[in-house]
C-alpha cells in the first residue's frame, strides 16, 4: 500500500455520521412503535449540511504556518474547509450533536499528514517552539472528546496531526511472530497486509472500520476478540513515540524485568506524551476455522456466572459476551433488525432470557476440543444451547448496531454508549448503580430511557460491563447527556470500577479519571509530561487539565 | 500467622549463604575432578565469620532515631549487630564475596520493621524530613545489588525498612479469585495462607524459600511456573504503595484504558518510588495433578524451535524449560549430584542433548487433555520422552542449585548467574555472544569458565535465557566477576535484548538500564520520583543515578 493510496483530500468518513458512508443505515419499520413508547413523536430540525457549517478563523502564526510547510510540503499541510472539519471531532454523540447543530468551534487550524517518523518529529518541536497545540489523528474515532480541544485560547493555534501516511507494514518476523505497523494503518488494511503473509491481529473494536494502530496503541484499545487474541496493550511488544523533545524507543523483549514497564506508560497516554508512530505487535496465524454459537441464560446472573467459570477455568473462547435482558430482547446487533419487537417473540428463542455468544477461532483441532469444553462447562452451568445461526448473525452484524445511531438522532432519539469494568464480585451491582443513575438522571429530566447491557470483555478477576442508552430528546440533548452522563460517572467510581474499560479518558473522562488516578500518581503524570512535552502542547486537556500543563 | 511468629530478633538466614540454613549444601565427591578441571586445587582463605564482621558506626541523627522510635516502638527501632548485618546486603555473588570477606560498609544505621500501612508512611515522611536514605527489604534475596547503598555518604543515614511484620492475608475475594496479600508475606506463607483456602498463587521463584510479596512485587519477579501461571506482574490486578508524600492505591478493574497501567509503573519500581505495602492478586485452585517430564532434544535449536512451537501454539504448560548441552550433562539440579561427571552417562539419556522440562498442573482433565497434545507436538518437533523421571527429579529438587554455591564459593570456585530476554529470531545468536563475552573476559583473566545456560521462561514472541558461570577465583574475585559481567551486559545491550528479564536492575545494572530506557524516559522516571519521593531518599542508587535524585 503507498501513501497515495489514503492520502486527503477527502475524509474517508462523513464528519458526524458513524462508520463507512458506503453503509447508512436505516431504522426498520418496528422501530416507530418502540420510538412512540419513548414519547418520540416528531424529528428534531435537520442537521447543517456539512458544506455549511462555518469553521472559526485560523489563529496560528503564519511563522509556524510557514515552518511546518517546509517541514512537510505544501500538500500536507493543510486548511481547506473539508479537511479541518473532518478532522474536527470524533464519534461520541455529544460530538455528532455539536455538529449536527453547526457548532464546529474546535476545528483545528491547519491538518498536518506527515509523511513518516522524523517528520512528526520535526513538527513535534515546531509545534512546541510556537506553543500550538497539537491534536494526534489517527482513526478519528474517539468516543470521549480526545480529538478537540475544549479551551484552545490557551494557545497560540491548533493543528490536527493526522498519521494516515505512516501506512506501512514495516517488518514481519515470522520467527517471534511478530509484526511492526506504523500507526496510520486501519484496522481492515492491517488485517489485509498481515493476511497476505497468513497472519492477522485479530483485534476487532467496535470502530474497527475507521480506527487506525496508533488509536489502538494511544488508547488502549480491546477489541471484541480480546478473550483469545487479547487487548492491544497486551499485543504491543515494542513501540516508537515520538515527542517534541525527542524519539522514545521501547521494548527488547516480550517482557523484562528492567524497571517498571515504561511500555505501558505510553499505552493509553492518549496523545499527551507524543504520537506513537510505530508499534511491534504479536500476530497469531489466520484462524483455519471460525465457530460463533449462541447460548441463552435464563438470567443475567446465571449468565455472568457461567462466563465467569469459563474465563477462570477455561479454556477460554475467542470471543465471549452476555445481553442482558433487555438487550436481548431488542437485539440491535440483529441484522433482520427486530428493534422494538419486545421480548420472548420467534427467532428460537434467542430475544428470550440473556443471549451469550461463545466464539471459537484457531486449528480445526483447537475450536473442536475447545467448543466441546466449553459447551460442557456451559451445559453445567444451566445455558440452553441456540446453535450457531445467532452467533453468526452476531459475527457478521457485528459492525452495524452503531449506525443505527445516525438515525436514531435524526428521528428524535438520544442514543449513547458508555462502559466500565470491575471485579467479577461487584459486576452486578455496579450494572444496577449505572442503570439506576441513568435512568434516574433521564426519567428525571421528563425523558425515561431503555437502558441496555452487555458484558463485552472478559479476564479471570472481572469483566467489562457496555451500556445503551436511548430515551427521547430533550430541547436541549447536549445538557440532557451531560447529566445523565455525569450521573453514571458518579456511580461507577463510587462503586470503585473504573471510569473506562476501553474507550479511554480524553477530556470527557478527566475529572474521573483524576479521582480515579489519584492526586499523586496525576502529579506523576504530569511530571512525565512536563519532561517529554515541556511546553504543554500535547493533545492538551487529555487526561490532565488544562492548568497543570500549559507552560 | 501472627506477627509474633515472623518477628526479629535472628535472622531467618545467614548473611551471607544461600537460603534456608536448615538445608545446607555440600559439594559431590564427583565435584574435586571438575574443580580441578577448572585450575582449583586450594581453597581461599575462610570468610570472615559474620560475629566478627565490624560494622561502620551509626551516622543517624539522634532526632530522626528518637522520631522513628515514637512511630514504631522501640522494639521495631533495631541498631544491633546481628539486624544491622542481617540487612547489609542480597545474594548475589558480590554481595556474598564481600561479606566473606568481612565489608559490610553497606549496613544500615537501623533496621526498622513497622506493623501496618499508616506505620510505613509515617516513617518515611519522618525520613525524608532528615534526609535519611531508605532501603526497603522484603524477603533480602536481590541478586542486583537492591539492598546496599554504593554512596551512602551522600545522606544523613540509612535505614532497612523490613516489611517482615507485614504478613497477613487481608482479604480473600473467592469470586473474583483474588487476594489480598500483605507486602512481608513470604513465599512459603503466602502458598500456605491460600492453600487453607484450596488456593495457590503460582508463583515459585528461585529465591522462594526467602523472597515475599512486596519483594514479587518491586521487581517484576517471574516465577519457574510463570508459563502456566504468570509472571508477577501480571498476576497483580491491585496494589497500595506508600511513599514520602502519602499513599498511593491503584487497580479499580482487572483492566482498563483509564489512561496508562500506572501499576505497572509501580511494579518494578524497586523500591525508588516508596514500599508496595500490599498488592491484590489473582490466585487460582490447587492443582489436582501434577505432572512434570522430561524430554530430549539432540540440539539447543532443536529444543527452542520445540518450545517456541508450544508457546506459540499452545497448550501452554505451566513449566517450560530447556537446558543447553552443558548445563544438561552437568545436571546441577540433580539431586543424586551427578556434577562434573560429564556428558552421555547412563540416567537413562537425560544428560547427553538438551533436557526439557514440561510441567501441567491443572485439574486432571486438563493436565491430561494438554498433556496428550503437548507430546504429540513435542514429538512431531523431534523430541525424546524421558518420561516423569527427569521432571520430577526437576521439581522436588529445584530450589537446591544455587545452595552450591556457598561449597563451591568455599572450594575456590567463582560462581554467578546472569540473564536476558529476547525475541525467538534472535534468541539463538544472543546465547552465543554472551557465552562468548563471558568465556572471552574470564578467559583473558587466566581463569577459562564453564557457561551453562537454559531457557527459563517462554512468551509467543519470545523468551527468557539465564546464565550459570562457573570458573576459579583470581586473586581479586570481586573485579574478576565485575569484568565478567560487564563484558556479558554489554553483549546483552549490543544485541538489543533486555538486561534482565527476573533479576530486575538493583545498583549492578543502573547504567545497562540507563541504555535500555533512553535518555528520555530515564528523565520521566526520575521525574516521577520527584513526585513521590521529592528528598530522594527511597532506595537512592537502583534504577536511576545517584546525582539525578539526591535533593
Known amino acids: 500500500m503507498t501513501s497515495d493510496e489514503s492520502d486527503l483530500p477527502a475524509p474517508a468518513f462523513t464528519p458526524y455520521r458513524w462508520g463507512d458512508p458506503a453503509h447508512p443505515a436505516t431504522l426498520p419499520d418496528s422501530a416507530a412503535q418502540a ?12 442537521p447543517v449540511p456539512a458544506a455549511d457549517i462555518m469553521l472559526p478563523e485560523p489563529r496560528l502564526p503564519s511563522a509556524a504556518r510557514e515552518e511546518l510547510t517546509a517541514i512537510l510540503g505544501t500538500d500536507h499541510v493543510r486548511a481547506d474547509h ?27 487550524d491547519l491538518v498536518l499528514t506527515p509523511a513518516d517518523h522524523d517528520q512528526v518529529v520535526a513538527a513535534l518541536a515546531c509545534c512546541a517552539r510556537h506553543r500550538v497545540a497539537v491534536v494526534p489523528y489517527s482513526g478519528g474515532t474517539s468516543v470521549v472528546g480526545g480529538l478537540s480541544l475544549d479551551d484552545a485560547g490557551r494557545y497560540a493555534g491548533v493543528v490536527a496531526l493526522d498519521v494516515r501516511r505512516l501506512d506501512a507494514l514495516e517488518e514481519l518476523d515470522e520467527v517471534s511472530r511478530t509484526a ?26 467496535q470502530s474497527y472500520e475507521g480506527a487506525s494502530i496508533g488509536g489502538y496503541a494511544a488508547t488502549r484499545s480491546a477489541g471484541q476478540a480480546s478473550a483469545g487474541y487479547g487487548r492491544f496493550d497486551e499485543m504491543v511488544v515494542a513501540l516508537v513515540l515520538a515527542t517534541p523533545a525527542g524519539t522514545v524507543r521501547l521494548g527488547r523483549a516480550p517482557m523484562s524485568a528492567a524497571g517498571p514497564d515504561l511500555r505501558q ?51 477460554m473462547p475467542t470471543v ?47 475450536v473442536t476440543s475447545r467448543e466441546a469444553e466449553a459447551s460442557a462447562l456451559l451445559d453445567a452451568a444451566g445455558g440452553t444451547f441456540l446453535g450457531e445461526e445467532p452467533g453468526e448473525a452476531w ?45 434516574e438522571a433521564l426519567t428525571g429530566q421528563g425523558t425515561p430511557p431503555v437502558v441496555l447491557c452487555h458484558v463485552s470483555h472478559v479476564y479471570e478477576a ?48 478527566r475529572r474521573a479519571y483524576a479521582e480515579e488516578a489519584g492526586p499523586l500518581m496525576l502529579d506523576a503524570l504530569c511530571a512525565v509530561k512536563s519532561v517529554l512535552d515541556p511546553n504543554g502542547v ?6 490532565i487539565a488544562y492548568r497543570r500543563v500549559t507552560p
Open 180 to 205: 511492526t505497523l506504523q500507526s496510520g494503518v486501519r484496522g481492515p488494511d492491517a488485517e489485509r497486509m498481515l493476511a497476505a503473509h497468513g497472519y492477522t491481529l485479530g483485534h476487532f473494536p
Open 35 to 46: 420510538l412512540s413508547a419513548l414519547g418520540i413523536d416528531a424529528p428534531p430540525p435537520p
Open 462 to 509: 472481572g469483566a467489562s460491563l457496555y451500556f445503551t442508552v436511548v430515551c427521547a430528546q430533550s430541547g436541549t440533548p447536549l445538557d440532557q447527556w451531560q447529566a445523565a452522563k455525569s450521573a453514571a460517572n458518579h456511580a461507577i467510581l463510587a462503586s470503585g470500577s473504573t471510569i473506562s474499560h476501553h474507550h479511554g479518558v480524553g477530556r470527557d473522562h
Open 538 to 543: 500535547m493533545n492538551p486537556g487529555v487526561l
Open 320 to 366: 465471549l459476551r452476555l445481553s442482558d435482558e433487555t438487550e436481548t430482547s431488542l437485539n440491535l446487533a440483529d441484522p433482520k433488525g427486530r428493534l422494538g419487537q419486545g421480548p420472548g417473540r420467534g427467532g428460537g428463542g434467542r430475544h428470550r432470557g440473556c443471549l451469550a455468544i461463545v466464539g471459537f477461532e484457531g486449528t480445526e483441532a483447537w
Open 265 to 315: 506508560l505510553v499505552l493509553g497516554s492518549e496523545g499527551a506524551l507524543g504520537v506513537v508512530t510505530s508499534v511491534t505487535v504479536r500476530v497469531r496465524p489466520r484462524p483455519q476455522l471460525r465457530r460463533y454459537l449462541g447460548w441463552r441464560f435464563e438470567s443475567f446472573g446465571a449468565g455472568v456466572g457461567a462466563l465467569r467459570r469459563l474465563a477462570q477455568e477455561g479454556p
Open 395 to 439: 459475527r457478521t452484524g457485528r459492525y452495524r448496531a452503531p449506525y443505527l445511531r445516525d438515525p436514531l438522532l435524526d428521528a428524535g432519539a438520544l442514543v449513547e454508549t458508555l462502559e466500565t469494568a470491575t471485579f467479577w464480585s461487584r459486576l452486578e451491582a455496579v450494572k444496577q448503580a449505572v442503570t439506576d443513575a441513568l435512568t
Open 82 to 108: 473539508d479537511a479541518r472539519l473532518a478532522h474536527t471531532r470524533g464519534w461520541s454523540t455529544p460530538d455528532l450533536l455539536r455538529l449536527r447543530s453547526g457548532d464546529a468551534s474546535a476545528a483545528p
